[in-house]
């Protein structure tokens, strides 16, 4: 495995240097910010971006995320435009070096959380998923802080609006048409697309969701077969799911999955949990067993701590501040030496 962590381009408030002091630190996994989604990205920006990495000691080989333009999973007329750019940008990505490349297919929102300062008892905090908190939110008055995308509320209206009717075989037709679309650039590039799942998996806002349980990736890579069809296997967003068997899936899947996110959460009901540090003995997700089955099913791909807690009295972008997504770098770089040596004995 390669050991990587996210950095939000130049207006990241971390810089690549201390980064680069992360014990194993191959390289960061970034993106470029200002330029709309679903247009051409253009050789500067992504040279520039290079060449930041390159001079802090850091390979840039994952993108996250190129994001999908709507069009192309609502299926328009005008997603054939948008499918031709996102290839071009995955040739210009090839030739600065780009191997992986996670994005999701979620309609309008990404991931969601319904409280992103969740206190724990230690004076830390972290993002959190409630139920009640959920059913409580003003559907038509939508203020969802968080991601890396936003839009005006106009704006989310119009696209709840054009949503209205999607069903799930419908949604998945546009995915697989995507995919179909994009795989030419992929075989020439040899870049592997890392599909992340739906955060949380199931549908939200009357929107259907198609990534997140393991009979959508039969599907998936029945529908797609090509090698360069891949997973990013977020035990965060697939965690949230109960009616996950992670570390199964994780076997089942290990040489498919590109790219991993490695996540804890800790249920405190039924339906609701609160994000927490990556030691498996922190929460629900079993990450040991995961990074077990990982290994054991000849994952090659690439991994990064995700979703920190705030700790130390770090002010940082929620989930991602440097001190907990450091510390769980160190955890699971230990957890991956130990099982790996331990498997060739
Ligand atoms: C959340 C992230 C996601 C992810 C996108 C990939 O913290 O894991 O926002 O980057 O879904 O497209």
Redesign the pocket.
């Known amino acids: 495995m390669k050991m990587t962590f996210r950095w939000y381009g130049e207006k990241d408030v971390i810089p690549l240097n201390y980064i680069k002091q992360i014990p194993n630190m191959s390289g960061v996994v970034t993106a470029v910010y200002d330029v709309p989604v679903g247009e051409v990205w253009g050789d500067d920006k992504i040279m520039r971006l290079k060449s930041l990495c390159d001079k802090a000691g850091l390979e840039m080989e994952v993108i996250?995320?190129v994001?999908v333009h709507e069009d192309i999973k609502l299926g328009r007329p005008t997603r054939d435009r948008y499918i031709k750019n996102y290839a071009e940008n995955i040739r210009a990505l090839g030739k600065a070096g780009v191997k992986c490349i996670?994005?999701?297919f979620?309609p309008v929102f990404?991931?969601f959380r319904t409280n992103l300062d969740f206190k724990h008892a230690d004076g830390s905090s972290s993002l959190s998923y409630s139920e009640a908190d959920f059913n409580k939110l003003d559907k038509h008055n939508l203020r969802l802080p968080g991601?890396?995308e936003s839009y005006t509320s106009e704006e989310l209206n119009g696209l709840l609006n054009d949503y209205k009717g999607m069903t799930h075989e419908k949604l998945f037709e546009n995915l697989v048409y995507f995919l179909n679309g994009i795989m030419p650039a992929c075989d020439e590039t040899g870049i592997n697309m890392a599909i992340?799942p739906d955060?949380p998996p199931w549908d939200i806002f009357d929107l259907p969701r198609i990534v997140g349980k393991e009979s959508d990736y039969d599907k998936l890579f029945a529908a797609v077969p090509n090698v360069h069809n891949g997973i990013?296997f977020?035990t965060g967003?697939l965690g949230a799911g109960r009616f996950n068997d992670l570390p199964a899936m994780a076997r089942k899947y290990a040489k498919r999955i590109y790219f991993a996110?490695l996540r804890q959460l800790k249920f405190v009901n039924e339906t609701d949990f609160y994000e927490n540090g990556h030691q498996t003995c922190d929460g629900d997700v079993n990450v040991y067993a995961i990074a077990h089955e990982l290994v054991a099913g000849g994952f090659d791909g690439y991994i990064r701590p995700?979703?920190g807690r705030s700790i130390w009295g770090e002010q940082g972008k929620p989930?991602?501040g440097l001190f907990d997504r450091a510390l769980g770098a160190a955890y699971l770089n230990g957890l991956f030496e130990a099982i790996e040596k331990e498997m060739k004995k």
């Open positions: 996250e995320s994001p996670c994005y999701n979620m990404d991931w991601w890396d992340h955060d990013t977020c967003s996110h995700d979703h989930g991602y």
